[in-house]
Nanobody, 122 residues
Framework: QVQLVESGGGLVQPGGSLTLSCAAS????????MGWYRQAPGKQRELVAA???????NYPDSVKGRFTISRDNAKNTVYLQMNNLKPEDTAVYYC????????????????WGQGTQVTVSS
C-alpha cells in the first residue's frame, strides 16, 4: 500500500524557519505531482506549494517569497522550506501526491500524508 510519511513540524518563533519533508513509499509506478497544503483551525484546507507539469512551482501570495518547495524524485520525497514564519502560518501541513499509479495499467489516485503541526508563536 502507498504511504506518505511527513516530518519536520514543531514550534518556532516568528521569523524563524522550519523544513518539512514527505516521503512516499509502497507500490508506486508513477506520479503526476507532489505538493503541500495546510489547514488552520476553522479554515478550509488551502494550497501552500505545488509543482506544475513543467516542474515550476506555484505559490499563493500568502507564502510567496518565504516558502520554497523542492523534491528528490529518486527518493519520492518532497520538501517545504519555510522562512520568516508568521503566526498566521500556524496550521497542520499535509503532503499531497496527485495522479499516482500503482502499476502501468492502474487508474490515477490522490494520496494525503497524516499531517504535521506547525506552530508559530512567541
Amino acid at each position: 500500500q502507498v504511504q506518505l510519511v511527513e516530518s519536520g513540524g514543531g514550534l518556532v518563533q516568528p521569523g524563524g524557519s522550519l523544513t518539512l519533508s514527505c516521503a512516499a513509499s509502497g507500490s508506486i509506478f508513477s506520479i503526476d505531482a507532489m505538493g503541500w497544503y495546510r489547514q488552520a483551525p476553522g479554515k478550509q484546507r488551502e494550497l501552500v506549494a505545488a509543482f506544475t507539469t513543467t516542474g515550476i512551482p506555484n505559490y499563493p501570495d500568502s507564502v510567496k517569497g518565504r516558502f520554497t518547495i523542492s523534491r528528490d524524485n529518486a527518493k519520492n520525497t518532497v520538501y517545504l522550506q519555510m522562512n520568516n514564519l508568521k503566526p498566521e502560518d500556524t496550521a497542520v501541513y499535509y503532503c499531497n501526491v496527485a495522479g499516482l499509479r500503482t502499476s502501468w495499467s492502474s487508474i490515477k489516485s490522490n494520496y494525503w500524508g497524516q499531517g504535521t503541526q506547525v506552530t508559530v508563536s512567541s
